[in-house]
């Protein structure tokens, strides 16, 4: 939710804020004459939106990209893991209906068409090369060896040269979500597959200078650790469907490191370790979501995966502030009152 607020001028030593009388108000696309392809163009645009809570960064090297089907996608991104990523946008939820596919069905197929892409070269060819002769106007004998020095750059920064494709992950924003796309996008999840779904929606304040235009980003899946998560989603599978109506909206989202480090719990250049693996497991907190470990900056969830058998692990239950001898998760919850305000769930 956004609020909009003034601040009084009276006292600038103890300023108070109330309330501003004039409302946001939720407004559609279409309402605003924006047609699908202006959110479109403004995540190619600015793509950061997506990734600002996230534990990766997307680099965008294609637009309605077409399969051997005939069928374009939306954009085509390249994550900091090294993940090839389709992005499907969809204006409103009556874009969705007008659809012959279904959102996630339709985001799946041209995820597929990416996963016989084994090389940078291959995905340059296929598709950098004519975003950047599109969009940046090379010709296209240069566009291939930029884009293979620059899609390098890019993995060699985040050292994922090596998981290059190993994975894809999905995408899908609107400004609003059917139930039945949330409710697949869920169970997808559930499988192993990567997608996340982000609203995206217009907001309007009309006040004495005319209107004020907003956009609010909210990540609607996947929230909170996996563990909570799919508790949450098992448990309301099985209820009758009055059970599940009145649960709606349980799912949790709880601080993250960057939180931490900003409301002072922890400290970048924190020691951590991985419980039970304190020989080999040593690093220190960065900025961000991030640790450094063995001299390379990488993701804490990155981290933390090297050392979980299976691979997929909370990293805040495993992660162990040498200092302070508790886990990420045991200070989160130690000092909880600390985030009051910043609008996370409580830990129950």
């Known amino acids: 939710m956004l609020v909009k607020i003034k601040l009084e001028e009276e006292n600038m030593e103890a300023r108070k804020m109330k309330k501003n009388e004039y409302d946001i108000s939720k407004v559609t696309y279409k309402s605003l004459g924006l047609v699908e392809n202006a959110l479109e163009e403004f995540l190619q645009e600015n793509i950061e939106v997506l990734t600002q809570e996230e534990d990766y960064d997307l680099m965008v090297i294609g637009k309605q990209v077409r399969n051997n089907n005939n069928k374009r996608t939306d954009l085509v991104a390249l994550d900091s893991n090294g993940n090839v990523v389709v992005i ?3 204006r409103d939820e009556e874009d969705m209906r007008m659809r012959k596919d279904n959102f996630e069905s339709q985001a799946i197929r041209y995820a597929a068409s990416f996963t016989k892409i084994t090389s940078v070269e291959g995905l340059v060819e296929k598709v950098y090369a004519d975003y950047l002769v599109r969009f940046e106007h090379i010709s296209r004998d240069l566009a291939i060896e930029t884009g293979i020095s620059r899609i390098l750059h ?30 697949a ?32 980003v909210k990540k609607l899946l996947p929230l909170g650790s996996d563990e909570d998560y799919f508790t949450e989603i098992i448990s309301s599978e099985q209820k009758r469907p009055s059970e599940r109506k009145q649960s709606q909206g349980t799912r949790k989202t709880f601080p993250k490191l960057t939180h931490m480090l900003e409301v002072g719990i922890v400290e970048e250049g924190d020691e951590i370790f991985f419980k039970n693996r304190e020989d080999y497991s040593q690093a220190f907190i960065h900025t961000s979501n991030n640790v450094e470990f063995q001299g390379k900056i990488i993701s804490l969830n990155a981290w933390a995966k090297q050392f979980a058998a299976s691979g997929k692990v909370n990293a805040y239950d495993y992660a162990i502030v040498k200092e302070q001898k508790q886990t ?9 009152d600390m985030f009051e305000g910043m609008g996370f769930d409580p830990i129950q």
């Open 88 to 90: 499907e946008i969809k």
């Open 154 to 183: 890019f993995l060699n920064k985040y050292d994922s040269f090596d998981n290059f494709n190993a994975d894809q992950r999905i995408i899908l924003v609107a400004s609003s979500f059917d139930t039945n796309v949330l409710s």
């Open 185 to 216: 996008s869920a169970w997808l999840l559930s499988k192993a597959v990567d997608i996340s779904c982000f609203e995206i929606a217009p907001q309007v304040i009309e006040g004495e200078g005319g209107a004020e235009y907003l956009l609010e």
């Open 328 to 336: 990420l998760s045991e200070l989160r919850l130690k000092h909880y």
